[in-house]
């Protein structure tokens, strides 16, 4: 990898992108839950002990929906400075200068962008003898709505490059 001279007027040509994803599967889930979470207590208030089960799995359900629904908690972005990758408030931001390559790959009908990481990232996608899974990369970047693979890939690119940092092909 070689560094490269990059002025600031060219880190602020390159896009800074931030991509959430579609929910309309998790509030159609959050809404179902609370439904069930009401008969749940009504079966609970009429002496039903099995409405326990139904408080406590639409509980969990409604947990898990609102953790993906609200603000900030998941999100791809893609900067000059690298990938962060955020799932239920939890960020993992890899920086271009630990990024070994970047490409596309297919998993049945499912297309994504993985990254492979270098030497310079210590975490635990990157211990000796870690196994990749089934895309061949490090690190699988999930689903995102509003742009396709390719075009997220090419948008990866060239905030790479802008970042002064080469890719291994």
């Known amino acids: 990898m070689t560094e ?4 600031q007027q060219e880190l602020v040509d390159v896009p800074t992108l931030r991509l959430t994803p579609d929910l309309t599967r998790s509030i159609i889930v959050l809404v179902f839950s609370v439904i069930f979470l009401a008969a ?4 609970v ?9 139904l408080v406590t799995l639409f509980t969990l359900s409604i947990v898990a929906s609102l953790s ?3 603000p900030g908690a998941c999100y791809l972005e893609v900067d000059p400075a690298g990938v962060t990758v ?3 408030f939890r960020r993992k931001t ?8 970047i490409g596309l790959f297919e998993v049945g009908m499912i297309r994504r962008v993985g990254v492979d990481l270098n030497r310079h990232y210590t975490g635990p996608e990157r211990v000796p003898n870690y196994d990749k899974s089934a895309s061949g990369f490090h690190v699988a970047l999930p689903p995102m709505s509003g742009m396709e693979p390719e075009k997220l890939l090419d948008v990866m690119e060239q905030c790479m ?8 092909v």
């Not at 749940?40 to 079966?43: D, K, L, T, V």
């Not at 890899?94 to 390559?101: A, F, L, N, T």
Request: hydrophobic share 40%; glycine share 12%.
């Open 4 to 7: 490269q001279n990059i002025s």
């Open 40 to 43: 749940g207590i009504e079966m």
């Open 45 to 53: 208030s009429q002496g039903n002990m099995a409405g326990w089960f």
């Open 68 to 70: 993906v629904i609200l």
């Open 86 to 88: 955020a799932s239920g």
């Open 94 to 101: 890899y920086r271009w200068d630990q990024v070994e390559r």
């Open 161 to 168: 490059k802008a970042s002064g940092v080469e890719m291994k």
